[in-house]
């Protein structure tokens, strides 16, 4: 079983930053894509940015250059530092991952992690 930890939300004022991060543990043999999403109240969730196993990003229009993605193979971890906050970035954050079981990718979500960007 594959478990999913999202850490680093919390409230932060229009203009600053904050960075999440998302630790995958359990049996885990490759993670393909890891991703971050978010879900604001009353919206449906969509992605905010992707990263493949081999470092290529990929970004929602409304965050490309604020936010940035990485990841560290070697520990499974996936990070996302936003900057440049507003409040439209307000949402429940969530990880996610590709997990290779045998010879079939399944997708893993975190429990998500509450973003607040005051005005």
């Known amino acids: 079983q594959v478990q999913l930890v999202e850490s680093g939300g919390g409230l932060v004022q229009a203009g600053g930053s904050l960075r999440l991060s998302c630790a995958a543990s359990?049996?885990?043999?490759?993670?393909?894509?890891m991703g971050w999403y978010r879900q604001a109240p009353g919206k449906q969730r969509e992605l905010v940015a992707i990263?493949?196993?081999?470092?290529?990003?990929n970004y929602a229009g409304a965050v490309k250059g604020r936010f940035t993605i990485s990841r560290d193979n070697a520990k499974n971890t996936v990070t996302l530092q936003m900057s440049s906050l507003k409040p439209e970035d307000t949402a429940v954050y969530y990880c996610n991952g590709e997990f290779l079981y045998g010879s079939t990718w399944y997708g893993h979500w975190g429990q998500g992690t509450q973003v607040t960007v005051s005005s």
């Open positions: 359990g049996r885990i043999f490759s993670i393909k894509d």
């Open positions: 990263i493949t196993s081999g470092g290529r990003t």
